[in-house]
């Protein structure tokens, strides 16, 4: 290759390792600017945002923000929509319509859609792309399209403690209890109890804790050790790093014999007659 191709290419490599690095660089920035938190709330001016919560940059789809209170540090991921009421402008009255305690995290592309009060408790997380409704269709008439009629409202409320998987659907009206877990991609509707597990659409109750009998069908794994009071990220990486070299170690001292003792030993020649 001509020596002046090899300099356009070696140029062109150049550039792109530079504009590559200023893209992300730029996006990070854009990132940490675009975040809304109490201190920094940009266009969004919600009913309440407490200490420590944030939403990520981009957000989603947020309207009704005067109707709709944050707890403290909750974790709001990227293209998360939180609504109040059927449309922009409206006015929804005194009460909040949309309430979110304290340490919440809600996935990316979760949407919380509060025509009518929504209330999720403390400490509940939801995986991407969890969908959560106070509003349903109607089909009542046979003749007018779907999504022309008045839709159904009704209250939906999440205990505290709960887990809802990836893809999870929360119908208007459901009732969910302490501590519940929403299997990945079930649909919730109705009331479900303190301290169960639900799966399926719809979802049902496949796994459930009562303080006389415990979990009914037992847990199939063990429970995870928890990490002790006052335990750092250093001394837990120094830890991991012990781990890794026992490991190590026992894998040398369990690995073949050395070549002189794993080698047969060789048969003495025979006699010359």
Excluded at 6 to 12: E, G, K, M, Q
Excluded at 45 to 58: E, Q, S, V
Aim: contains cysteine; hydrophobic residues 40%.
């Amino acid at each position: 290759m001509p020596k002046n191709q090899n300099t356009f290419s070696s140029l062109t490599a150049l550039r792109r390792k530079v504009a590559s690095r200023a893209a992300h660089a730029g996006w990070r920035w854009m990132q940490r600017a675009g975040a809304v938190t109490a201190q920094t709330p940009g266009r969004l001016r919600f009913g309440a945002i407490g200490h420590g919560t944030r939403l990520a940059f981009p957000q989603g789809t947020v309207f009704g923000e005067p109707w709709i209170h944050l707890g403290e540090h909750c974790i709001i991921a990227e293209q998360v929509t939180l609504t109040a009421g059927m449309m922009p402008d409206l006015d929804l009255g005194a009460e909040p319509v949309l309430v979110i305690g304290n340490g919440v995290v809600l996935g990316r592309d979760t949407h919380v859609i509060a025509d009518t009060r929504i209330t999720i408790g403390n400490d509940t997380f939801c995986g991407p792309g969890v969908y959560i409704t106070s509003t349903n269709h109607s089909y009542d008439d046979p003749h007018e399209p779907v999504g022309r009629q008045w839709p159904r409202s009704a209250p939906v409320e999440i205990g505290p403690g709960c887990w809802l998987g990836t893809g999870a659907v929360i119908l208007p009206g459901a009732r969910l209890g302490r501590n519940v877990v929403v299997a990945a991609g079930s649909v919730v509707r109705g009331e479900v109890p303190d301290h169960a597990v639900v799966a399926g659409a719809p979802a049902r109750v496949v796994r459930r804790w009562l303080p006389e009998t415990g979990w009914q069908p037992p847990l199939r794994t063990p429970a995870p050790t928890p990490i002790p009071d006052g335990v750092t990220p250093d001394q837990l990486r120094a830890l991991a790093q012990l781990a890794e070299e026992e490991a190590e170690q026992a894998a040398v001292a369990s690995g073949p014999a050395s070549e002189s003792l794993s080698e047969p030993a060789s048969e003495p020649a025979s006699e010359p007659a």
